[in-house]
Protein backbone atom coordinates (compact mmCIF):
# COMPACT_ATOMS: atom_id res chain seq x y z
CA UNK A 1 0.00 0.00 0.00
CA UNK A 2 1.33 3.33 -1.21
CA UNK A 3 1.93 5.87 1.69
CA UNK A 4 0.29 9.18 2.20
CA UNK A 5 1.65 12.03 2.73
CA UNK A 6 -0.33 15.02 5.77
CA UNK A 7 -1.82 16.58 2.41
CA UNK A 8 -3.14 13.30 1.34
CA UNK A 9 -6.52 14.39 2.09
CA UNK A 10 -6.66 17.61 0.60
CA UNK A 11 -5.53 15.88 -2.85
CA UNK A 12 -8.97 13.69 -2.30
CA UNK A 13 -11.22 16.17 -1.78
CA UNK A 14 -10.11 18.23 -4.59
CA UNK A 15 -10.78 15.44 -7.14
CA UNK A 16 -7.33 14.74 -7.77
CA UNK A 17 -6.32 11.86 -10.10
CA UNK A 18 -4.06 9.71 -7.73
CA UNK A 19 -1.30 7.58 -8.79
CA UNK A 20 1.46 5.78 -6.95
CA UNK A 21 5.27 7.92 -7.00
CA UNK A 22 8.23 5.95 -5.29
CA UNK A 23 5.79 4.12 -3.06
CA UNK A 24 3.80 7.63 -2.24
CA UNK A 25 0.49 8.16 -3.12
CA UNK A 26 0.64 11.32 -4.89
CA UNK A 27 -1.82 13.54 -7.16
CA UNK A 28 -0.92 13.41 -10.82
CA UNK A 29 -3.29 16.16 -11.60
CA UNK A 30 -6.36 17.92 -10.64
CA UNK A 31 -8.82 17.87 -13.88
CA UNK A 32 -5.94 19.04 -16.04
CA UNK A 33 -2.12 18.59 -16.60
CA UNK A 34 -1.57 21.48 -19.45
CA UNK A 35 -3.59 24.23 -17.37
CA UNK A 36 -1.76 23.41 -14.48
CA UNK A 37 1.17 23.63 -16.35
CA UNK A 38 0.34 27.14 -17.88
CA UNK A 39 -0.82 28.42 -14.54
CA UNK A 40 3.10 27.71 -12.81
CA UNK A 41 4.31 29.57 -15.94
CA UNK A 42 2.04 32.54 -16.21
CA UNK A 43 1.15 32.65 -12.63
CA UNK A 44 1.55 30.25 -8.98
CA UNK A 45 1.20 26.62 -8.77
CA UNK A 46 1.16 24.76 -5.58
CA UNK A 47 2.86 21.45 -5.19
CA UNK A 48 2.92 18.98 -2.29
CA UNK A 49 6.59 17.71 -1.59
CA UNK A 50 5.95 16.11 1.45
CA UNK A 51 7.11 12.57 0.21
CA UNK A 52 10.84 13.87 0.02
CA UNK A 53 13.09 13.29 2.61
CA UNK A 54 14.52 15.71 4.90
CA UNK A 55 18.27 14.98 7.13
CA UNK A 56 19.45 17.34 9.06
CA UNK A 57 23.29 16.49 9.80
CA UNK A 58 24.78 18.60 12.46
CA UNK A 59 28.18 17.42 14.74
CA UNK A 60 31.93 19.22 15.13
CA UNK A 61 32.68 17.53 12.07
CA UNK A 62 29.43 18.20 9.82
CA UNK A 63 31.17 20.06 7.06
CA UNK A 64 34.42 17.96 7.00
CA UNK A 65 31.71 14.89 6.55
CA UNK A 66 29.72 16.64 3.41
CA UNK A 67 32.96 17.99 2.25
CA UNK A 68 33.90 13.99 1.22
CA UNK A 69 29.97 13.07 0.63
CA UNK A 70 29.48 15.40 -2.04
CA UNK A 71 30.50 16.14 -5.49
CA UNK A 72 30.11 19.61 -4.93
CA UNK A 73 32.08 21.69 -2.54
CA UNK A 74 30.01 22.37 0.86
CA UNK A 75 32.80 25.22 1.20
CA UNK A 76 31.17 27.22 -0.87
CA UNK A 77 28.23 27.93 1.61
CA UNK A 78 29.65 30.52 2.99
CA UNK A 79 26.91 31.97 5.13
CA UNK A 80 23.77 30.71 6.74
CA UNK A 81 20.99 29.94 4.63
CA UNK A 82 23.18 29.45 1.87
CA UNK A 83 21.74 26.12 -0.82
CA UNK A 84 23.90 24.17 -3.11
CA UNK A 85 22.70 21.29 -5.59
CA UNK A 86 24.65 18.58 -5.90
CA UNK A 87 25.27 14.85 -6.91
CA UNK A 88 26.21 11.83 -3.83
CA UNK A 89 28.51 9.50 -5.95
CA UNK A 90 29.60 6.18 -5.22
CA UNK A 91 33.16 5.02 -5.49
CA UNK A 92 32.70 4.40 -9.83
CA UNK A 93 31.83 8.03 -9.95
CA UNK A 94 27.45 6.78 -10.50
CA UNK A 95 24.79 9.14 -8.69
CA UNK A 96 23.66 7.50 -5.52
CA UNK A 97 21.38 10.77 -5.75
CA UNK A 98 21.22 14.64 -6.58
CA UNK A 99 19.78 16.21 -3.64
CA UNK A 100 19.91 20.50 -2.13
CA UNK A 101 22.01 21.06 1.21
CA UNK A 102 21.69 24.20 2.86
CA UNK A 103 23.80 25.96 5.56
CA UNK A 104 21.40 26.31 8.91
CA UNK A 105 24.99 27.30 10.28
CA UNK A 106 28.79 26.06 10.84
CA UNK A 107 27.62 22.83 12.11
CA UNK A 108 24.25 22.47 11.07
CA UNK A 109 22.90 21.84 7.57
CA UNK A 110 19.83 20.40 6.14
CA UNK A 111 19.26 18.12 3.33
CA UNK A 112 16.24 17.37 0.77
CA UNK A 113 16.85 13.99 -0.84
CA UNK A 114 14.46 12.22 -3.74
CA UNK A 115 11.79 10.21 -1.74
CA UNK A 116 12.29 7.01 -4.06
CA UNK A 117 16.25 6.56 -2.90
CA UNK A 118 15.01 7.15 0.68
CA UNK A 119 16.47 4.11 2.11
CA UNK A 120 19.32 3.56 0.03
CA UNK A 121 20.50 7.21 0.64
CA UNK A 122 20.37 6.83 4.39
CA UNK A 123 22.22 3.99 4.07
CA UNK A 124 24.97 4.93 2.08
CA UNK A 125 24.93 8.48 4.65
CA UNK A 126 25.15 6.61 7.99
CA UNK A 127 27.38 3.87 7.05
CA UNK A 128 29.78 6.90 5.95
CA UNK A 129 29.01 9.22 8.23
CA UNK A 130 30.70 6.24 11.02
CA UNK A 131 33.94 7.89 10.65
CA UNK A 132 33.21 11.37 11.72
CA UNK A 133 31.97 13.40 14.54
CA UNK A 134 28.34 14.04 13.05
CA UNK A 135 24.75 13.29 13.36
CA UNK A 136 22.53 12.95 10.77
CA UNK A 137 18.83 13.65 11.47
CA UNK A 138 15.58 12.11 9.59
CA UNK A 139 12.49 14.72 10.08
CA UNK A 140 9.25 12.53 9.22
CA UNK A 141 7.17 14.71 10.98
CA UNK A 142 7.86 17.42 8.50
CA UNK A 143 5.45 18.12 5.53
CA UNK A 144 6.85 20.21 2.21
CA UNK A 145 5.18 22.34 -0.08
CA UNK A 146 6.13 24.17 -3.11
CA UNK A 147 5.00 27.46 -4.46
CA UNK A 148 6.32 28.24 -7.95
CA UNK A 149 5.43 30.84 -10.80
CA UNK A 150 6.12 34.47 -11.28
CA UNK A 151 3.37 35.67 -8.72
CA UNK A 152 4.48 33.49 -6.18
CA UNK A 153 6.29 36.39 -4.40
CA UNK A 154 2.85 37.82 -4.76
CA UNK A 155 1.07 34.81 -3.20
CA UNK A 156 3.36 34.63 -0.55
CA UNK A 157 2.64 38.28 0.64
CA UNK A 158 -0.55 37.70 0.49
CA UNK A 159 -0.49 34.46 2.84
CA UNK A 160 1.62 36.47 5.52
CA UNK A 161 -0.90 39.50 5.35
CA UNK A 162 -3.60 37.77 6.54
CA UNK A 163 -2.20 35.06 9.08
CA UNK A 164 0.43 37.00 11.24
CA UNK A 165 3.18 35.75 9.88
CA UNK A 166 4.91 39.60 8.98
CA UNK A 167 8.13 37.98 10.89
CA UNK A 168 8.59 35.20 8.43
CA UNK A 169 7.91 37.12 5.07
CA UNK A 170 10.53 39.94 6.38
CA UNK A 171 13.04 37.16 5.94
CA UNK A 172 11.18 35.31 2.65
CA UNK A 173 11.24 38.70 1.10
CA UNK A 174 14.91 39.55 1.08
CA UNK A 175 15.75 35.55 -0.20
CA UNK A 176 17.76 35.11 -3.09
CA UNK A 177 17.90 32.41 -5.03
CA UNK A 178 19.58 29.36 -3.61
CA UNK A 179 19.37 30.63 -0.63
CA UNK A 180 17.19 30.02 2.67
CA UNK A 181 15.74 31.04 6.02
CA UNK A 182 14.44 30.23 9.35
CA UNK A 183 11.65 31.76 11.15
CA UNK A 184 10.61 29.48 14.25
CA UNK A 185 9.89 26.00 13.37
CA UNK A 186 9.34 26.81 9.40
CA UNK A 187 12.28 26.29 7.11
CA UNK A 188 11.55 28.04 3.54
CA UNK A 189 14.65 27.68 0.68
CA UNK A 190 14.11 30.02 -2.68
CA UNK A 191 14.38 26.90 -4.85
CA UNK A 192 11.98 24.45 -7.31
CA UNK A 193 12.29 22.13 -9.88
CA UNK A 194 10.11 24.15 -12.58
CA UNK A 195 12.44 26.86 -13.99
CA UNK A 196 10.22 29.67 -12.12
CA UNK A 197 10.51 31.58 -9.14
CA UNK A 198 9.36 30.14 -6.09
CA UNK A 199 9.78 29.01 -2.64
CA UNK A 200 10.23 25.26 -1.23
CA UNK A 201 9.04 25.41 2.96
CA UNK A 202 9.13 22.91 5.09
CA UNK A 203 7.09 22.66 8.37
CA UNK A 204 6.12 20.41 10.89
CA UNK A 205 3.07 18.19 9.66
CA UNK A 206 0.64 18.91 11.91
CA UNK A 207 0.69 22.74 10.32
CA UNK A 208 0.69 21.71 6.68
CA UNK A 209 -3.09 21.89 5.59
CA UNK A 210 -3.69 24.94 7.20
CA UNK A 211 -0.69 26.83 5.35
CA UNK A 212 -1.91 24.72 2.06
CA UNK A 213 -5.69 26.00 2.21
CA UNK A 214 -3.93 29.56 3.03
CA UNK A 215 -2.13 29.46 -0.10
CA UNK A 216 -4.45 28.65 -2.18
CA UNK A 217 -7.15 31.07 -0.76
CA UNK A 218 -4.40 33.78 -1.77
CA UNK A 219 -4.48 32.83 -5.26
CA UNK A 220 -1.87 29.52 -5.92
CA UNK A 221 -3.45 27.14 -7.46
CA UNK A 222 -3.11 22.95 -6.74
CA UNK A 223 -0.83 21.54 -9.08
CA UNK A 224 0.28 17.40 -9.66
CA UNK A 225 3.38 15.63 -10.24
CA UNK A 226 2.04 15.34 -14.34
CA UNK A 227 2.76 19.20 -14.79
CA UNK A 228 5.68 19.06 -12.49
CA UNK A 229 7.54 16.85 -15.24
CA UNK A 230 6.82 19.19 -18.15
CA UNK A 231 8.20 22.21 -16.30
CA UNK A 232 11.02 20.36 -15.28
CA UNK A 233 11.91 19.31 -18.55
CA UNK A 234 11.50 22.56 -20.24
CA UNK A 235 13.67 23.93 -17.29
CA UNK A 236 16.29 21.10 -18.29
CA UNK A 237 16.26 19.90 -14.90
CA UNK A 238 17.34 15.68 -15.07
CA UNK A 239 15.16 13.56 -12.61
CA UNK A 240 16.88 10.80 -10.95
CA UNK A 241 16.40 7.36 -12.16
CA UNK A 242 15.57 8.66 -15.39
CA UNK A 243 18.05 11.07 -16.73
CA UNK A 244 21.03 9.69 -14.42
CA UNK A 245 21.44 6.51 -11.84
CA UNK A 246 24.32 4.96 -10.26
CA UNK A 247 25.47 3.78 -13.77
CA UNK A 248 25.81 6.94 -14.53
CA UNK A 249 28.12 9.50 -13.67
CA UNK A 250 27.30 13.60 -13.89
CA UNK A 251 30.20 13.94 -17.09
CA UNK A 252 27.39 11.81 -19.02
CA UNK A 253 24.50 13.52 -17.61
CA UNK A 254 25.33 17.06 -17.65
CA UNK A 255 25.67 17.48 -14.78
CA UNK A 256 29.98 18.43 -14.92
CA UNK A 257 29.19 21.76 -13.28
CA UNK A 258 28.32 20.56 -10.30
CA UNK A 259 31.17 18.43 -9.41
CA UNK A 260 33.71 20.85 -7.76
CA UNK A 261 37.53 19.74 -8.42
CA UNK A 262 39.14 23.21 -7.25
CA UNK A 263 40.58 21.98 -3.92
CA UNK A 264 42.58 19.18 -4.71
CA UNK A 265 43.33 17.86 -1.59
CA UNK A 266 39.14 17.37 -1.08
CA UNK A 267 38.88 13.87 -1.71
CA UNK A 268 35.20 13.19 -1.96
CA UNK A 269 33.60 9.80 -2.99
CA UNK A 270 34.10 9.47 -6.59
CA UNK A 271 37.04 11.83 -7.60
CA UNK A 272 39.30 9.28 -8.80
CA UNK A 273 36.55 7.59 -10.95
CA UNK A 274 35.78 10.99 -12.40
CA UNK A 275 39.27 12.76 -12.67
CA UNK A 276 40.16 8.91 -14.52
CA UNK A 277 36.51 9.19 -17.22
CA UNK A 278 37.92 13.08 -17.66
CA UNK A 279 41.54 12.08 -18.58
CA UNK A 280 40.14 9.07 -20.76
CA UNK A 281 37.46 11.65 -23.13
CA UNK A 282 35.39 10.61 -25.32
CA UNK A 283 32.38 11.65 -23.22
CA UNK A 284 28.83 11.62 -24.59
CA UNK A 285 27.20 14.50 -24.65
CA UNK A 286 23.81 15.46 -22.83
CA UNK A 287 21.37 18.18 -23.78
CA UNK A 288 18.10 18.80 -25.41
CA UNK A 289 16.21 17.41 -28.73
CA UNK A 290 13.58 19.05 -30.40
CA UNK A 291 11.21 17.03 -33.31
CA UNK A 292 10.94 18.65 -36.31
CA UNK A 293 8.25 16.09 -37.45
CA UNK A 294 4.84 14.60 -35.97
CA UNK A 295 5.14 12.69 -33.28
CA UNK A 296 6.16 12.37 -29.15
CA UNK A 297 9.54 12.46 -27.61
CA UNK A 298 9.78 9.74 -24.94
CA UNK A 299 12.27 7.82 -23.06
CA UNK A 300 13.87 4.99 -24.49
CA UNK A 301 13.86 6.23 -27.66
CA UNK A 302 16.43 5.75 -30.37
CA UNK A 303 18.55 8.98 -31.81
CA UNK A 304 21.05 9.21 -34.51
CA UNK A 305 23.05 12.00 -35.40
CA UNK A 306 23.54 13.08 -38.87
CA UNK A 307 27.57 12.63 -38.51
CA UNK A 308 26.44 9.03 -37.13
CA UNK A 309 26.84 9.15 -33.53
CA UNK A 310 24.17 7.14 -31.93
CA UNK A 311 22.49 7.92 -28.59
CA UNK A 312 18.87 7.36 -26.53
CA UNK A 313 16.53 9.52 -24.99
CA UNK A 314 16.38 9.77 -21.51
CA UNK A 315 13.66 11.86 -20.75
CA UNK A 316 10.86 13.42 -23.21
CA UNK A 317 7.23 15.08 -23.34
CA UNK A 318 5.47 17.51 -25.59
CA UNK A 319 6.16 20.96 -24.43
CA UNK A 320 3.04 22.89 -23.72
CA UNK A 321 4.80 26.21 -23.58
CA UNK A 322 6.50 25.75 -26.86
CA UNK A 323 4.30 23.28 -28.67
CA UNK A 324 6.72 20.92 -29.58
CA UNK A 325 7.99 17.75 -28.56
CA UNK A 326 10.95 17.99 -26.47
CA UNK A 327 13.52 15.90 -24.77
CA UNK A 328 17.21 14.87 -23.30
CA UNK A 329 19.53 13.17 -24.93
CA UNK A 330 22.78 11.13 -24.55
CA UNK A 331 24.79 10.86 -27.37
CA UNK A 332 28.10 10.55 -28.80
CA UNK A 333 29.63 13.42 -29.42
CA UNK A 334 29.67 15.06 -32.94
CA UNK A 335 29.43 18.43 -34.90
CA UNK A 336 26.00 18.09 -36.33
CA UNK A 337 22.70 19.67 -34.42
CA UNK A 338 20.95 17.43 -37.08
CA UNK A 339 19.33 13.88 -36.34
CA UNK A 340 16.60 11.82 -36.72
CA UNK A 341 14.43 10.23 -33.50
CA UNK A 342 12.94 6.30 -33.97
CA UNK A 343 9.52 6.77 -32.80
CA UNK A 344 7.43 3.76 -33.39
CA UNK A 345 9.78 2.35 -36.00
CA UNK A 346 10.15 5.66 -37.76
CA UNK A 347 13.11 7.88 -38.31
CA UNK A 348 11.12 11.45 -37.52
CA UNK A 349 13.65 14.58 -37.97
CA UNK A 350 14.63 16.22 -35.09
CA UNK A 351 17.60 18.63 -34.04
CA UNK A 352 20.00 19.06 -30.90
CA UNK A 353 20.14 22.06 -28.64
CA UNK A 354 21.42 23.49 -25.46
CA UNK A 355 19.84 23.65 -22.63
CA UNK A 356 17.05 24.65 -21.12
CA UNK A 357 14.25 24.93 -23.29
CA UNK A 358 12.34 27.44 -21.40
CA UNK A 359 13.28 29.51 -17.79
CA UNK A 360 11.23 31.97 -16.06
CA UNK A 361 8.45 31.38 -19.31
CA UNK A 362 10.66 32.98 -21.72
CA UNK A 363 11.73 29.65 -24.50
CA UNK A 364 15.30 29.70 -25.19
CA UNK A 365 15.95 27.72 -28.11
CA UNK A 366 14.03 27.40 -30.85
Request: proline content about 4%; aromatic content about 8%.
Amino acid sequence: MSKQTTLYPLHVDAGAQIVDFGGWAMPLHYGSQVEEHHLVRKSCGLFDVSHMTIVDISGAQAESFLSVLLANDVARLKANGNAMYSCMLNDDGGVVDDLITYRRDAGHFRMVVNAATRDNDLAWMNARAQAFDVELTEQPDYAMIAVQGPTANQVFARVAEHHGLAGLWSKVKELKPFNGCEYNSVYVGRTGYTGEDGYEIMMPAAHAADTWKAFIAAGAGPCGLGCRDTLRIEAGLNLYGTDMDQSTTPLEAGLAWTVNFTDPDRDFIGRQALEQQKAAGQLPWFGGIILDGRGVIRGGQQVVRADGGAGIVTSGTFSPTMGRSIGFVRIADGDSPECTVNIRKREIAAHLCALPFVRNGTIRVE
